[in-house]
């Protein structure tokens, strides 16, 4: 299929290129060529249907008008399933504790400008950690599951509150019959041996934020003094890597305009025994240092396609090839999620920070235009709700009328308020991409999804 | 003619083949699955326990092959108590005339809740169940739990193409006896002929093929869920075969004949 190419080598598209691209009847349905045939993706109910010549043709024609495009579908047995305007509320499951609002890295592109969030920094107490805790716990009723994401700053600066408050979760998530999990994002270079150990026993997701190979990592994420970071955190993530078991270590990579090969990173990350890898592009930093643009976007889509290709051929060859994004773009396509929201930010998931208060996710940590209310009468629910509603997919653009709506939920909201959407070429060309290799798996290694061969 | 073949699980599950009718999706159906207009799932339960065949209704025990599980006591016609401890039936309480709360009957349990748990945690193992006949002490059974589903789906192998419709032929013929007044889309009587009877009132279940003044009897005799299936009641056979013939129109209460 060719569908990245004109994305990546063609001219930049302007506002009104996009506006008049989404005019065209795409917000029904996207039309795609592929070598394992011609298919229909179908924006209502994200139904992906493989057709012949004839009802490609068909459709194609139906592209200009999308009243003519809804009766075909419709024609041919299609069920559309439209997404309501009003977000059906979930409880809230997951809570992040920003336990550590300081950090010993100096990364300059940092959301967390650094740890304080723009704000002198604080470590969190354990009374607020165990009161937001409980609070979750209690809030999700017996029989459900909570996950508790360790955040920061750098969570490790406040070791001692992270343990005791894991200790208490789930001494309490026992009590009251709820399943609890566990995660942390850290820059690894204060990992010990001992941390291992507690991680493992308590069945962690660990994610470390690597940014490239050596010498990118180093410049990108140096410590306060300027040293580089890499091999440090190398060396004390490595145990971790040995005794993951119910643990799982894994990499989360942000992407800038001077980051190397994707493709060489990954497999070096692979080699070293991580679980799996996610990349995404840094679209919004304080300071605007290392935002991607255009043209850096192109490139990162680019190395993103050469990646998925590789994960294509390893799936042929039973291999294992744990590229975050497309394992999740896989599983997503599959079942046919239709998102109304990005996330389960300010909905089913809410940030705690240092002082107690809730915020929409651990990115709006000290912003008052996202608080969500306080431990002491909980989250808010009018603030909830008000925010699902002004953040549903529906009430954005240009997103109402875009084909990829459903899937992409109308990008990171702490992203789009501060930057706008600036990469929604890329989006779009990594979505047409992963139906692609979708379309083929499905057709030639069904028995990925589950699926007798 | 042009046409789409469902590749992911959302167009699986929302496309309508062509031919099929609305009905042919849970969303666009009935779905009421006890018996089911689009599908019955009553005969999935039928072999729940291996060695013996059983029906949802009123917990019912209808064969015992398995001469290792008749030598515990187990026999056609006894009803299921309760499995692993999850009682299959439970005391109905409500007000009595006196509007004083008391137990009224006991009622079955619809078995996609209350063996939701056994199927889930003991598929394939023993789990010790309690039946019991009429007027005798309850006897205990160790029961193997047949496991139909692999990978969340129902199991070929376990349950061939075509089980589940299998008995659909005639749906709403069936429901006549399935259903009572309270469950049924149009007008259905329950209790027909009716006429004052000193303190009480006599009359003919619906379900009586002899309908005459001679075989009339109190409310409390006849309509009790307890005798469908007894012999002197319409089967489903004559349903199938002559349902206007044996039912009758029923106008004013009273059958027209």
Redesign the interface.
């Known amino acids: 299929m060719n569908i990245s190419l004109p994305i990546i080598d063609g001219p930049v598209a302007t506002a009104q290129d996009e506006v008049a691209r989404i005019s065209r009847g795409l917000s029904e349905a996207f039309l795609f060529d592929s070598d394992a045939g011609k ?2 993706f ?1 924006v209502q ?8 010549e ?2 490609y043709a ?1 459709l194609s024609d139906c592209k200009d008008d999308e009243q003519a495009m809804r009766a075909a579908l419709k024609s ?4 559309l ?1 439209p997404v309501a305007d009003k977000p059906v509320p979930n409880p809230v499951s997951a809570i992040s504790l920003a336990v550590s609002q300081k950090c010993n890295l100096a990364c300059s592109y940092c959301y967390a400008e650094q740890g304080g969030f723009g704000q002198p920094q604080r470590s969190m107490s354990e009374e607020v950690a165990i009161g937001a805790i409980e609070r979750l716990i209690r809030d999700v009723g017996t029989g459900n599951r909570v996950n508790i994401a360790f955040m920061g700053g750098e969570p490790l600066m406040n070791r001692r509150v992270l343990k005791s408050a894991t200790q208490h979760a789930v001494k309490f998530a026992t009590d009251h019959h709820v399943d609890v999990g566990f995660s942390i994002t850290t820059n690894g270079t204060l990992l010990t041996p001992e941390d291992g150990d507690f991680f493992e026993e308590h069945g962690f997701a660990v994610t470390l934020s690597v940014d490239g190979l050596p010498s990118e990592h180093d410049h990108a994420r140096p410590d306060k003094q300027g040293n580089g970071t890499f091999n440090r955190l190398m060396d004390r993530v490595r145990p971790l890597l040995r005794q993951q078991r119910r643990m799982q270590v894994s990499v989360r990579s942000t992407v800038t305009p001077s980051s190397g090969s994707l493709v060489e990173f990954l497999q070096n990350m692979i080699d070293r025994g991580f679980h799996s890898v996610g990349v995404s592009p840094l679209l919004s930093s304080p300071t605007g240092n290392g935002e991607m643009n255009n043209r850096s976007l192109k490139r990162m889509l680019r190395q993103m396609i050469e990646c998925g290709d590789e994960f294509q051929r390893a799936v042929a060859a039973r291999r294992r090839y744990p590229f975050l994004n497309i394992v999740n773009a896989m599983q997503e ?4 999620s ?1 998102r109304a929201l990005p996330c389960g930010a300010g909905d089913s998931y809410v940030g705690v920070g240092a002082e107690g208060d809730y915020y929409a996710c651990h990115r709006f940590v000290n912003d008052d235009e996202r608080w969500m209310g306080d431990l002491q009468s909980g989250v808010s629910e009018t603030a909830r709700t008000q925010w699902t509603s002004n953040r549903h997919v529906h009430m954005q653009e240009p997103c109402r009328s875009c084909w990829a709506r459903y899937l992409c939920g109308g990008g990171c909201h702490h992203e789009v308020i501060h930057r706008g959407r600036s990469a929604c070429e890329f989006i779009r060309g990594w979505l047409a991409y992963c139906l692609d290799a ?2 083929k798996l ?1 057709a030639h290694s069904p028995w990925y999804f ?1 699926v007798a061969d | 003619m ?10 699986q ?6 031919g ?1 009718p609305p009905s042919a ?1 849970p ?1 666009t159906s009935i779905s009421n699955c006890f018996p089911g207009l689009e599908f019955d799932f009553r005969v999935i339960w039928k072999n729940v326990f291996v060695g013996i065949e059983v029906h949802e209704a009123f917990n019912y025990v209808i064969d015992v092959n398995d001469p290792a599980i008749a030598a515990q006591g187990v026999e056609p016609a006894m009803r299921i108590l309760d499995v692993d401890g999850d009682a299959m039936q439970v005391d109905v309480v409500g007000p009595d005339p006196a509007g004083n709360q008391r137990v009224l009957g006991d009622n079955n349990l619809e078995w996609t809740n209350a063996l939701a748990r056994i199927v889930q945690q003991h598929s394939g193992n023993t789990v010790r169940c309690r039946f019991v006949t009429e007027g005798a002490a309850p006897i205990s059974a160790d029961l193997t739990i047949r496991d139909f589903f692999k ?1 969340g789906q129902l199991d070929p192998a376990v349950i061939p193409a075509g089980t589940l419709t299998q008995g659909l032929c005639s749906p709403w013929q069936a429901d006549y006896r399935e259903c009572g007044c309270y469950y049924w889309a149009a007008s259905r009587p329950d209790f027909v002929n009716a006429e004052p009877d000193g303190g009480g009132t006599k009359g003919h279940n619906w379900m009586l093929k002899d309908r005459t003044d001679a075989n009339k009897a109190l409310t409390d005799n006849q309509v009790t869920w307890d005798r469908i299936g007894a012999a002197d009641q319409i089967s489903y056979e004559d349903l199938y075969q002559a349902w206007e013939e044996h039912l009758k129109f029923i106008i004013g209460g009273n059958d027209q004949s």
């Open positions: 298919y229909a179908v109910g994200s139904q992906l249907f493989r057709t012949d004839k009802t068909m041919l047995g299609c069920r399933k396509i599959h079942r046919g239709q979708y379309a499905s589950g | 042009p046409s789409l073949q469902p590749t992911n699980l959302t167009a599950s929302l496309y309508r083949g062509r099929n999706h969303i990978d």
